[in-house]
């Protein structure tokens, strides 16, 4: 069934208001969650000389700003939750841009790589076409796109105030083709478990063009 725009502002308000609410407890729970490793796997697929101009898409409270940052590179974030745009602008990391995934306003090529850690899920599959296209712009030629979503059966809908979709890696890898994305790398998360206990795919892909 085909999502109106009125469906849209619903999904996308009501995820984010989700975060607005656990705010404190969303940044409590997650500035200790080692990332390092996919960090890591999109500097290692990006082209030239560092530093690198990163946006960092969906950057929560800023944990992963500061990471970068860092490292030398050029970090911007972007959230649509405000509370989590006062938070990672307080910690002084970086530009942060407060934009909703569903009305992305993003320069042409202008970053090396794209960083969606734990974010593009949220994107309904009916929009994710459009969306990746915008990201696939916004990125430079033969730029790096770094995605790690919590994967499933391709189910849909909202799970406890959220709004999510939840692809296996044949139907992910389908969206970014179309899109203009070339898989450099996949696996899966946490490292070292078997994989009915790794419930995050992580997956690295370089932009395209005709």
């Known amino acids: 069934m085909k999502l109106t725009p009125q469906d849209l502002e619903k999904i996308s308000g009501q995820t984010l208001e989700h975060y607005l609410r656990n705010a404190e407890d969303f940044h409590a729970g ?18 030239g000389a560092a530093p690198f101009t990163i946006l960092d898409f969906g950057c929560g409270p800023g944990r992963d700003l ?21 938070m990672a602008r307080a910690h002084g990391n970086g530009e942060v841009w407060r ?5 992305l306003d993003l320069p042409e090529k202008r970053f090396d790589g794209v960083f969606a850690n ?3 899920f949220h994107v309904p599959s009916q929009e994710l076409p459009r969306v990746l296209r915008e990201l696939h712009a916004t990125l430079k030629p033969r730029g790096v796109l770094f995605s790690s979503n919590p994967h499933g059966h391709n189910e849909e809908g909202w799970n ?9 890696l044949e139907t992910w890898r389908r969206y970014l083709s179309a899109a203009g994305f070339d898989e450099l ?26």
Do not use: C
């Open 30 to 47: 997650t500035q200790g969650h080692d990332v390092s490793q996919n960090i890591a796997a999109l500097l290692k697929y990006i082209e």
């Open 66 to 86: 500061k990471a970068f940052t860092e490292l030398g590179h050029a970090v911007v974030g972007l959230e649509g939750a405000v509370r989590f745009v006062e």
């Open 99 to 103: 934009q909703d995934f569903l009305k």
């Open 118 to 120: 734990a974010a593009l």
């Open 160 to 168: 406890r105030g959220r709004y999510g979709a939840f692809y296996d």
């Open 185 to 210: 790398t996949h696996y899966y998360r946490p490292t070292g478990r078997p994989r009915f206990m790794q419930p995050w795919l992580a997956s690295v892909w370089r932009r395209v063009d005709d």
